[in-house]
Nanobody, 121 residues
Framework: QVRLVESGGGLVQTGGSLKLSCTAD???????IGWFRQAPGKEREGVSC????????????VYGDFVKGRFTISRDNAKNTVSLQMNSLKPEDTAVYYC???????????WGQGTQVTVSS
């Protein structure tokens, strides 16, 4: 059973920052890693994605329109970690944040359990 683990969530005031991390018991650099979020009563939405080592998409990262330059996704292959640095947080960013891993063929998809991010006004 593959396990993805998110960490770094918490409570922060408007305008503050948090850094989420995703690690797993598989080699993340071979996978596209996505961050998603789900607020109460809303559908899960994509936040950001960083493509895997064998990606042929021609892109390395993508962000949801609502990010507007506030978030940065990155890899640390030595630590087998993908991070999401979130700055200028707003109350509407409050949600459970999940990471997922997708293999190069799109056949294997793994999800973490999520980490809560709460932004107070």
């Amino acid at each position: 059973q593959v396990r993805l683990v998110e960490s770094g969530g918490g409570l922060v005031q408007t305008g503050g920052s948090l850094k989420l991390s995703c690690t797993a018991d598989l080699t993340l650099e071979y996978y596209a890693i996505g961050w998603f979020r789900q607020a109460p009563g809303k559908e899960r939405e994509g936040v950001s994605c960083i493509f895997g080592k064998f990606s042929t998409s021609g892109r390395t990262v993508v962000y949801g329109d609502f990010v507007k330059g506030r978030f940065t996704i990155s890899r640390d292959n030595a630590k087998n970690t993908v991070s999401l640095q979130m700055n200028s947080l707003k109350p509407e960013d409050t949600a459970v944040y999940y990471c997922n891993a997708v293999d190069r063929y799109g056949l294997l998809v793994y999800w973490g359990q999520g980490t809560q991010v709460t932004v107070s006004s």
